[in-house]
């Protein structure tokens, strides 16, 4: 007799199985005589056992066995669509702010925002939380993912001692104070673009007392007076990957490293800077020891001094990057000022194509002792003396460099090097410098 489960709505034999041989449903007329037909069940033959065995045989088994799975696999799929069109978003599907998921989480959690502007001020409180957009290594979606600062105060606060594992990835941070991170805390700030920031200190990122790890990031187009892109103070964060590019500062517009810090800064783009006064890519001030590492610092300018790179009163390690097409009045590749220490170490540079208005194409010093050893100074021009550098009042270390095709344009010359007479060069007997076509002429003693 052929029914259809009331269950699962299948169809099959109950005379032949006495339950849904799909689902396992029993049929309510099936249960009131199950008492009594365990009883016969239980004095049955072994004859007649095997004489039903017969009747029934494995076959039929096996064609349960397979409507069961049947039922298995179309619950399995249908499961699976479910979940593709389940959104992954925590924000705005759970919670309407970026804020009130903040505010609701735990550390360890994981908030992800969907694209969207989203027009707040957020902090993380202390949490150690992960907030990211729902892929941050899609351009596009980091673009349409923007937190929205209003025009003031501070976009993204970390400044209660957030560790290592609090993360921000994959925003537009803008319109705002940009990001600040301070009182301790040492967050990841991967993958995001902060632009259009305006700060008096670090109007894309400004660092205080904290070592935070700022990786993959693009800066740009932020402005301020002390540090356009970011502003570091008494504080080691290691700086990587990023491009920084067309901020603005009285200032560092690209970066300032100031009081004691120590930051790592390595393989970065830091171009096309501008500041108003000093220090177009990078400002080194305070007693600071960054280490300086395989960047590439090109096209920025400063209205004075220090077209790529700023130092005073400090002892970076300035080691194999490129300083290319700065511009600046003095010391366009870089200016080094009042830093006596020979800690201070410009190693391994390529230093090509900067232009210095009044004195040092690629390198102007002052009062300063730094060792420089095994850099290239390529075609770089001073409109008036120093073409490759130009040493006042300093006590230089030059070992091993090659000065090839730089140019002094004024009648004081020095196409390679010119030394004021108060200076004291050191460079080995003979001479290991290495000098190719230098105009008007090579080194020059006042």
């Known amino acids: 007799m052929m029914i259809d489960c009331k269950s699962c709505g299948m169809n099959y034999d109950k005379k032949e199985y006495g339950f849904c041989p799909y689902c396992g449903h029993v049929p309510e007329d099936s249960v009131e005589g199950s008492e009594e037909a365990a009883r016969e069940e239980e004095h049955r033959a072994p004859e007649l056992e095997k004489d039903e065995e017969s009747k029934t045989g494995p076959g039929k088994l096996k064609y349960a066995i397979i409507g069961v799975a049947a039922i298995a696999v179309i619950v399995v799929a249908v499961t699976a669509i479910f979940a593709l069109n389940e959104s992954p978003a925590t924000v705005p599907d759970k919670y309407p702010t970026i804020q009130e998921a903040i505010d609701a989480a735990g550390d360890g959690d994981e908030i992800v925002v969907d694209v969207g502007v989203y027009r707040e001020n957020i902090d993380f409180r202390g949490k150690n939380i992960v907030v990211r957009s729902i892929d941050p290594d899609d351009p596009e979606i980091v673009d349409q993912t923007i937190i929205d600062g209003g025009g003031s105060g501070t976009v993204v606060s970390f400044r209660s001692g957030e560790g290592e594992d609090a993360v921000l990835s994959g925003f537009t941070v803008t319109r705002g104070n940009g ?135 400090s002892e970076p390690v300035v080691e194999e990057n490129t300083f290319a097409n700065n511009r600046a009045a003095n010391g366009a590749g870089l200016f080094i000022v009042n830093s006596f220490n020979t800690a201070l170490m410009i190693v391994g540079n390529t230093i090509s194509d900067n232009l210095a208005l009044i004195a040092g194409g690629g390198l102007y010093m002052e009062g300063s002792s730094p060792t420089l050893e095994d850099n290239r100074f390529a075609d770089n021009i001073s409109e008036h003396l120093g073409g490759g550098a130009a040493v006042y009042n300093s006590s230089p270390v030059f070992k091993r460099n090659t000065f090839e095709g730089n140019d002094a344009q004024g009648p004081e010359g020095g196409g390679a090097i010119w030394v004021s007479a108060d200076s004291i060069l050191d460079i080995s007997d003979p001479d290991d410098n290495n000098y190719l076509q230098n105009t008007p002429d090579d080194l020059v003693l006042e």
């Open 179 to 313: 990001i600040l991170i301070s009182g301790g805390s040492s967050p990841l700030i991967e993958k995001c673009v902060v632009e259009d920031n305006n700060a008096e200190f670090g109007a894309g990122i400004a660092i205080f007392d904290s070592s935070p790890t700022i990786k993959d990031n693009t800066i740009i187009g932020n402005s301020g007076f002390l540090g356009g892109g970011m502003f570091i103070e008494e504080s080691s964060p290691h700086i990587e990957g990023n491009l920084i590019v067309r901020n603005r500062a009285e200032m560092g517009s690209g970066i300032v490293v100031i009081s004691n810090s120590a930051p790592m800064i390595v393989d970065n783009s830091i171009i096309e800077n501008v500041a108003e006064r000093l220090g177009g890519g990078i400002v080194i001030a305070v007693h600071s020891k960054p280490i300086i590492k395989g960047n590439e610092i090109a096209g920025n300018s400063a209205e004075r001094n220090g077209g790529g790179m700023l130092i005073e009163e």
